[in-house]
């Protein structure tokens, strides 16, 4: 990382640690919510950069909500070791669904992960015990550490931003790293790679598990704010939510689905508030961002950024 | 304790009389104001049990207000209804508490389910009351989570008792209803109970998904086993499984928790058919509803209100959330404060709480976990020459005390949590 992307990065960081005391009560459970999506849209960008895009990364998020709220309601661990457990767990599941997903590649993956993701989702449903059923699990504990009280959003959201912090650098790390490029080499040169021995279902599967790990850190790290883990929190609907946060963003380079989850909630806060569209049309508005998005901007919000910036050194030049 | 329950259904009547006269209901600057929070879905699949509760809170406080105000604690208050949409969704549910608290609302009603859970551990740390329609949300742990109105879907006792007494030879039923705890699930544990009690076989239940789009072949498959009686627990689709009955010639008993939107069900199918339909909800212009052992203010008047200003949007919980208000205030009075935790320790303090359909008790210990909701009497009502027209009261504590063994059995068997 340049000096001058580090000084932007510090910059952001320090406006974000302010943000939340300029901000209404419910626009600092936004910055919650918000902070937690950048990393699920950054996560599973890892995942596609090898060329696959899967519907299961919401209900890998679930994984890892239910197994942290299992065991800090029924076991009563503490949230500090639930939640990296809470990765674990769903980076196993990831591991052990590689065996049959990968065996597909392109459609055929992504509707296999759905399937995958649906039959999970049904078991979490259809088990009542221990699982609650449609209702989920209740009344989840807050983390605790000293006197702070994080049932408060401010001291959540800053817990928050530190946990969403060294997962974005551990993510951005791993891309920058021979192993990230790899991940590139598997999807744009996949016969070349094999070629020179890169074991491409390996690079796969690596590449879903990681990303199963820091979404399901972000699953626990939203249901211990909602104090609720259910079914239909991780349904196929959210996933099209990520789906087109990273479209509209563009998922060229390690900002673009960032840049996309951050316009399109305040686009989406900014909706609400005008009450310009019936929120039940909401969806549909979002709809119409995706095709936008998909015939004038391919490469999305990072793509005027880029053309924006080379126009201005071009200019200077 | 300075105004009684009576003594302010006889002011919100006096209050309508000069509302009638053309008072300004508005609230003036420098009244006193207490907020009374209504965190609901207003849009969404669930916006039918949310939003016509906040109209009908509006009729009330409205009619309040025109009186002027209510007095607490030497203090007279304008009541306003604050709404804030959820969707069902969890985490606005969240927002919406948080909102509604830094508002300064005395009291949070909500509609149930998993948007309570997300919020019912902050309201037990902020000494929040809050109130629901679902009393399978009440555990041993949310001692400030309270149901004063509905006691939803224990109330399902009653028809099938009524059914059972009039129509002796109908012995056997099959049940349909979502598949979902909160809601679908509840209600049909208590209707198997209630059959079970009455001697009257269930011979199939039926829990769909919220995605069916045809229900012909699961009414198909149900009438299969000639059931005498078709029974629909809390169901959303009530209008396309009535629909399905129709067209299937089904000519057996119905009996249903809820018939919101009745009139659309009579023109997808005939006034004939749904004729004897039996479920739980009463027009509030019901001439059994007009008596002075009914505790809601002026149900004729607030019916035909609702009617003029929000025509085809009355639903089950049009007068529950409403219901929930009158009571808060009735409990506000006698606790001479607002305190969110004065008022719930007056409601507690009544042993024979009011309800809407006479008084009641604090029932749920031996379910739930708590005594925070209560049962009273609850009406059973037919659909007759096309309306819906209450046809008994009958007690849903008397019932429970008789049957809980059977109940909590049905609720075990369904996985339901129990205590």
Redesign the interface.
Known sequence: MSIKNLIICIVILAGLVALPHFL???F???LI?LAVNVLVVVSYRLVTLTGEWSLIHVVMMGVGAYASAMLSKMAGFPFWISMPIAGLTAATIAALLCFPLFRMTQFYFLIGSFAAGEAIRLVW?YF??PF?????I?????PELGDIDF?E?IPYFYMTLIIVTISLFILYRIEKSRVGLTLNAVHWKAPLAESVGVDTWKYRSLALIVGSFFVGIAGALKVH????V?P??FGIGVMVFVLIWVIVGGYASFVGPIIGVVVLTVFDQGLRASGIV???VQPAVYGAVLIASILFMPEGLEGIGKRFFSKSSGENA | MGITRRNLLRGTAAGIAVAGTGFSTQLLAGQKTVKIGLNIPMTGDYAPWGLPGLYGCNIVANNINAAGGVEIGGETYMIEPVGYDHGYDTEKAITGYNTLRHDDAAMIMMLGGSTVGSIIGRAQRNKMLVSTLLPSDITPDTSNLVAPSESHPLYNCTGVDWLADNFPDAKSAVIVTTNDIEYGQQSAAVYQAAFEARGIEVLDTNFHGFDVTDFAPIVQGLLASKPDIFCMATDVYTTPLIEALYNQGYEGKIISCTLDLYDEVIAKTSKEFVEGIIFQFPDFDDPALQSDDILFPDPSGFWDTFQKDYPGQWSAVAWEYPANLVTWVSAAQAAGSIEPMDVLAAMKANPNPPHVFGTGKWWGKDLYGLDNCVVGRWPVVTMQNGRARIVEFRDVGAWLDKNLDILKRKMQDLGLRTV
Do not use: E
Request: no cysteine; aromatic share 12%; charged share 10%.
């Open positions: 209404a009560y419910n600092q459970d936004l919510f449903i009542i015990d609650g059923g449609s209702s989920g209740n009344n989840l504990p807050p049932y959003p704010y909602l104090g609720v259910t239909h929190q019936d929120p039940a």
